[in-house]
């Protein structure tokens, strides 16, 4: 099962007290200057991360029209700017400006998909080290990530999820989380 983290998520983000939904809040709300929190983007990640098994969850972004999603390692920077990418501990796709879809690989890749998807699956295979992302209403595979946490082996794996750009005005439709499963085989 996967529950967001208030205490990683950007001060602009409201998570819900059952840490199944997301908002842009559109202010800075004051809230506790943790460690965990990140303070220059609209970035948060899940209480559970990883080190094994098989984990699927599903993500309602709705007619959200900026968003990002997929992993980052428990390591990340939190605390000053950093791109989303692979060398820097994520693996993630996103939506920007309701129009383009982007695997932030090393460089990005721009995924070509049909239609406005408004629920998105997420696979992450550990051992396999691969992130695999789907259009869930089309029951169709958008992109993987392969080589996920090659380089640290017992540093865990947290689902990771981003309203889009601070610099952008507010969207304040939410992200949710609508189903998760976990198989520690």
Do not use: C, M
Request: without cysteine; proline residues 4%.
């Amino acid at each position: 099962d996967v529950t967001l983290d208030a205490d990683t998520a950007h001060p602009r983000l409201q998570v819900t007290e059952d840490g199944k939904s997301v908002t842009d809040t559109g202010v800075i709300r004051k809230v506790p200057n943790k460690d965990e929190r990140f303070d220059s983007h609209t970035f948060l990640l899940a209480k559970e991360g990883y080190t094994s098994g098989r984990h699927y969850w599903e993500v309602d972004v709705g007619k959200k029209r900026n968003w990002n999603l997929g992993v980052a390692l428990e390591t990340v920077t939190r605390k000053e700017t950093v791109a989303l990418s692979p060398k820097n501990g994520f693996w993630v796709i996103g939506l920007a400006d309701g129009q383009e879809y982007w695997a932030h690989s090393d460089p990005w890749t721009r995924l070509l998909v049909r239609g406005r998807p408004e629920k998105i699956g997420i696979f992450l295979d550990v051992s396999s080290k691969k992130l695999s992302f789907f259009s869930v209403p089309q029951k169709k595979l958008l992109y993987t990530f392969t080589s996920v946490n090659h380089h640290s082996q017992n540093v865990k794996l947290f689902p990771f999820f981003s309203t889009g750009s601070a610099a952008t005005s507010s969207d304040t439709e939410p992200l949710r989380i609508a189903w998760g499963f976990d198989d520690e085989k």
